[in-house]
């Protein structure tokens, strides 16, 4: 079992940064963020496994970046040049290795306005 807590989500104004960040109860292979838009499933934003290998969607691919402290078991999750797209719900997630278990956040809005 693991829970995460998230913190960081707001509204803010196109091209403009916002810095997500997610703590774990404990150390856990992978952490990742996913986002939910209104009358969109929920998809991949990021994530990175305990040694630093990283994956992103293409849709944020230069704008964002995801870390990791695995001393605080910590992920974070910077976006820069944010658009009105970015618009979602983002969900911090943790996964067992082989994805075999995954645990999620309860969600923070991120707003971006034009």
């Known amino acids: 079992q693991v829970q995460l807590v998230e913190s960081g989500g707001g509204l803010v104004q196109a091209g403009g940064s916002l810095r997500l960040s997610c703590v774990a109860s404990?150390?856990?292979?992978?952490m990742g963020w996913y986002r939910q838009a209104p009358g969109k499933q929920r998809e991949l934003v990021a994530d990175i496994n305990s040694g630093g290998v990283t994956n992103y969607a293409d849709s944020v691919k230069g704008r964002f970046t995801i870390s990791r402290d695995n001393a605080k078991n910590m992920v974070y999750l910077q976006m820069n040049s944010l658009k009105p797209e970015d618009t979602a719900v983002y969900y911090c997630n943790a996964f067992e290795v082989l994805g075999l278990r995954h645990y999620w956040g309860q969600g923070t809005q991120v707003t971006v306005s034009s």
């Open positions: 404990r150390s856990i292979f992978g």
